[in-house]
């Protein structure tokens, strides 16, 4: 990102990041930065807090107005902001755990709830819907893999239709979550996903197999479908 | 609050160790005055539109998001375990806020929120992305922006 900064400037444009990682702002300098104090992928705090986002964008667009003769670090002024899990939360309804894709059957109808209360999903980069992409994941390594139609292939490799299939199968579950709302932290949401789902099942197994296989190109992305610490700790049992 | 710090192991070598190359200083430019400001969000979470085909990793072009998408028309290509999806799947405002862009220009703290907003591909390798950020930059200037707010994941 700070590299960006560097190019827009040299091309003209004012620049200002709102930066999550400080140590990568402080070794590559862009002109100017506001460090906010959020985990990353929520560089404008968390889900549904406006004023929050309205005051982290402000406090950026502030660095312009300030003379900046070396780069510009300033720290968003507001570091209170804690990360709480919520107690009251709860998956809405009961896994069928017969298989992942009777599972995945059994969540549609909550997801389909999740999207009607949030009224939108962020589902959809694999071109399956939320059943094929876990019968495409299940059957992936199986001698006979789940064959994808001429309307849903989009020229994508294989390799990488698994990639963004389990990511899809991960916000389907992530947004069902949030069938009732509430305000579960990141932590709780992936705990529930990893430790009590099928899919979550599938998905490490899924990348097991990916890491001792000797097709190349599942090797691109063996270490890439479990978060690291959570596929160490289940290797370590 | 999170500091790099506070990120578990392994996640915090690996997102510690990416690649940073070391740039000179480049001189800022000097920003027009609020009122002048046309602001676009340039985002390094791959969003592209439902129906495009996903970004993938290292690539280094981008992609516009026109100001009349619907929410749910956008979606995020960067599949990294290493960042939260979770808020974003709430609120894209997490890490694209259009919303509170338009809200500024509206109360006139800004001149105009861009017409379109853009996102390259995180975890690409910086100079790899020269190239096209810098046709990004004077495509932008070509369109009346003259200031960007950079938001990675």
């Given at each position: ?98 298989s992942p894709r009777a599972e995945a059957a059994g969540v549609l109808p909550i997801w389909q709830l999740a999207r009607e209360r949030i009224g939108r999903s962020s589902y959809g980069i694999s071109g399956l819907t939320p059943e094929a ?82 097709d190349s190109n599942l090797e691109l992305i063996a270490y890439s479908l479990v978060p690291a610490a959570r596929a160490l700790s289940f290797l370590q049992g | 609050m999170v500091r790099l710090a506070d990120i578990p192991e392994p996640e ?5 160790d990416l690649d940073c190359p070391a740039y000179e200083d480049t001189p800022p430019v000097k920003p027009p005055p609020p009122a002048e400001r046309h602001v676009a969000i340039v985002s390094t979470a791959g969003f592209i539109l439902r ?103």
């Amino acid at each position: 990102m700070s590299g960006l900064a560097h190019y827009f400037e040299a091309e003209g444009l004012a620049t200002v990041i709102v930066a999550l990682v400080r140590e990568h702002i402080v070794s590559m300098r862009p002109p100017r930065a506001l460090w906010v104090p959020f985990e990353l992928g929520r560089p404008f705090g968390p889900p549904g807090n406006a004023g929050l986002q309205r005051q982290v964008l402000s406090e950026a667009l502030a660095l312009l107005d300030q003379d900046c003769p070396e780069p510009l670090l300033r720290d968003f002024s507001d570091e209170s902001i804690e990360i709480m899990d919520d107690a009251d939360w709860r998956f809405t309804g009961t896994l069928n755990d017969a298989s992942p894709r009777a599972e995945a059957a059994g969540v549609l109808p909550i997801w389909q709830l999740a999207r009607e209360r949030i009224g939108r999903s962020s589902y959809g980069i694999s071109g399956l819907t939320p059943e094929a992409a876990v019968e495409f994941i299940e059957r992936y390594h199986s001698p006979e893999p789940m064959q994808i139609s001429k309307g849903m292939a989009k020229g994508m490799a294989k390799v990488s239709r698994a990639r963004f299939a389990i990511d899809d199968i991960k916000a389907f579950y992530l947004e069902a979550a949030m069938a009732e709302g509430g305000h579960p932290s990141t932590r709780q949401l992936l705990d529930w996903f990893w430790d009590h789902t099928l899919a979550g099942a599938l998905i490490r197994e899924f990348q097991e197999t990916a890491r001792v296989s000797e097709d190349s190109n599942l090797e691109l992305i063996a270490y890439s479908l479990v978060p690291a610490a959570r596929a160490l700790s289940f290797l370590q049992g | 609050m999170v500091r790099l710090a506070d990120i578990p192991e392994p996640e915090r070598t690996v997102i510690a160790d990416l690649d940073c190359p070391a740039y000179e200083d480049t001189p800022p430019v000097k920003p027009p005055p609020p009122a002048e400001r046309h602001v676009a969000i340039v985002s390094t979470a791959g969003f592209i539109l439902r129906g495009e085909r996903p970004m993938l990793s290292n690539e280094t072009g981008y992609r516009a998001i026109a100001a009349d998408v619907e929410d749910g028309d956008i979606l995020c290509s960067h599949v990294s375990t290493n960042f939260d999806r979770t808020g974003f799947q709430q609120d894209v405002n997490v890490m694209l806020p259009r919303e509170r862009l338009l809200e500024l220009e509206r109360e006139g703290c800004i001149g105009k929120a861009a017409d379109r907003h853009y996102a390259f591909m995180g975890a690409t390798s910086p100079p790899k992305l020269e190239d096209k950020a810098r046709e990004l930059g004077r495509s932008m200037l070509a369109l009346g922006v003259n200031t960007v707010v950079l938001a990675p994941v």
